[in-house]
Nanobody, 117 residues
Framework: QVQLVESGGGLVQPGGSLRLSCAAS????????MGWYRQAPGKQRELVAN???????NYADSVQGRFVISRDNAKNTVYLQMNSLKPEDTAVYYC???????????WGQGIQVTVSS
């Protein structure tokens, strides 16, 4: 059993910044991918960014240059630094973890991010 606990969401004005965190705990396993997805009302869930063991990262075109994903492997935690936020970034953000042996994916409960003046 793997638990993912997300934190850091909230309300921010356009142009502002937020930092999301997701800590994985539970069964001992090697994590291969840690990432963030988001789902806005009426839209499909989409990949925002992920970080793969070994250092490779991927970003959605819409957040490239504004968001930065990072991992602390010792803490099994992934962060998403979100800068220059836009109203279209408003969504529920979900943490996702995939184990090295194909375990998962595991999902967090979701955290609301609202960008509005």
């Amino acid at each position: 059993q793997v638990q993912l606990v997300e934190s850091g969401g909230g309300l921010v004005q356009p142009g502002g910044s937020l930092r999301l965190s997701c800590a994985a705990s539970g069964s001992a396993f090697s994590i291969y991918v840690m990432g963030w997805y988001r789902q806005a009302p009426g839209k499909q869930r989409e990949l925002v960014a992920n970080a793969i063991s070994g250092g490779r990262t991927n970003y959605a075109d819409s957040v490239q240059g504004r968001f930065v994903i990072s991992r602390d492997n010792a803490k099994n935690t992934v962060y998403l630094q979100m800068n220059s936020l836009k109203p279209e970034d408003t969504a529920v953000y979900y943490c996702q973890v995939v184990g090295a042996s194909g375990m998962g994916p595991y999902w967090g409960q979701g955290i609301q991010v609202t960008v509005s003046s």
